[in-house]
């Protein structure tokens, strides 16, 4: 069955940075399109990076320029590098796949990806 785990969430001061991996199995890895999700208390789901099996990146405008999504195939790994963290970057941090290519017709959105991990969190405060 699809498994996607997610880890390196934890507490950091504004301006910090952290790096969440998330490591896959279960399905044909290079053939989907993996994101990151994420949802604070009380907000809805944001998608806020993607990659999908050609190395084709996408970041929503919150994060553009301050987190950085890659991935490792032969790892079945992607990984979300994240730098210069706000306050508002405070929430649950969930790995996804696209495993039929959704994204393609309903475009960079949480309902895109079918499968999701347990999510990690992800703190900033001073």
């Known amino acids: 069955q699809v498994q996607l785990a997610e880890s390196g969430g934890g507490s950091v001061m504004p301006g910090g940075s952290l790096r969440l991996s998330c490591a896959a199995s279960?399905?044909?890895?290079?053939?989907?399109?993996m994101g990151w999700i994420r949802q604070a208390p009380g907000t809805e789901r944001e998608a806020v990076a993607i990659?999908?099996?050609?190395?084709?990146?996408g970041y929503s405008d919150s994060v553009k320029g301050r987190f950085s999504i890659s991935a490792d195939r032969g790892k079945k790994s992607i990984y979300l590098q994240m730098n210069n963290l706000k306050l508002e970057d405070t929430a649950m941090y969930y790995c996804?796949?696209?495993?039929?290519?959704?994204?393609?017709?309903?475009?960079?959105?949480?309902?895109?990806?079918?499968?999701w991990g347990q999510g990690t969190q992800v703190t900033v405060s001073s």
């Open positions: 996804a796949a696209d495993v039929s290519g959704r994204h393609q017709r309903m475009g960079f959105v949480p309902q895109a990806f079918e499968y």
């Open positions: 990659i999908d099996p050609y190395g084709n990146k």
């Open positions: 279960g399905y044909d890895f290079s053939s989907a399109s």
